[in-house]
């Protein structure tokens, strides 16, 4: 008799906690969804080769650690690195998040994920570039998550 009771409160522990899961991951983090739509946004301005908007997710003392290129620090050197990279022939850029992380404080995030860069060589080819970053996600003054670090690398 003793038994049974225990396999149902290890069975009812079992269907909680399941439950409780399946409830997170139902209803995740708004924090988690603001920036993962601010992915999509930032990612989407940045195909459209919308620098200004590009650069709008970027907080006003952010770096951009850019592989092959010395670190961009605050809006006009971040500027600087998205007009070389979008003026490139042949551009296109699309990146996604793999992982999102906010902080238990709800003041800070970090993105991981991969992205692909097309871009043509000097014969006017098209190569194609996979690599993968990492952003953190500062919540400002006015409640609005910016990009404070934007680091990526190329696979190869």
């Known amino acids: 008799m003793k038994t049974n009771k225990w396999l149902e409160a290890i069975a009812l522990l079992l269907v909680v906690g399941t439950s409780f899961s399946l409830a997170q991951k139902a209803n995740p983090n708004p924090d988690e969804q603001a920036i993962r739509k601010l992915d999509k946004d930032w990612s989407a301005a940045a195909q459209s080769k919308d620098v200004a908007k590009t650069i709008s997710f970027y907080a006003d003392d952010a770096s951009a650690l850019p592989f092959n290129a010395p670190i961009a620090s605050g809006k006009d050197q971040i500027r600087e690195l998205w007009t070389h990279l979008t003026s490139m022939p ?3 850029l699309t990146f996604g998040p793999t992982k999102i992380e906010v902080a238990k404080s709800g003041d800070l995030a970090y993105d991981v994920g991969t ?17 993968k970053y990492v952003v953190v996600w500062k919540k400002q003054s006015d409640k609005q998550w910016k990009a404070i670090l934007d680091m990526f690398s190329t696979d190869k």
Not at 119 to 128: E, K, P, R, Y
Request: proline residues 0%.
């Open 115 to 131: 992205f692909e860069l097309k871009a043509n060589d000097a014969q006017g080819n098209v190569t194609t570039q996979i690599g």
């Open 90 to 92: 042949g551009f296109s």
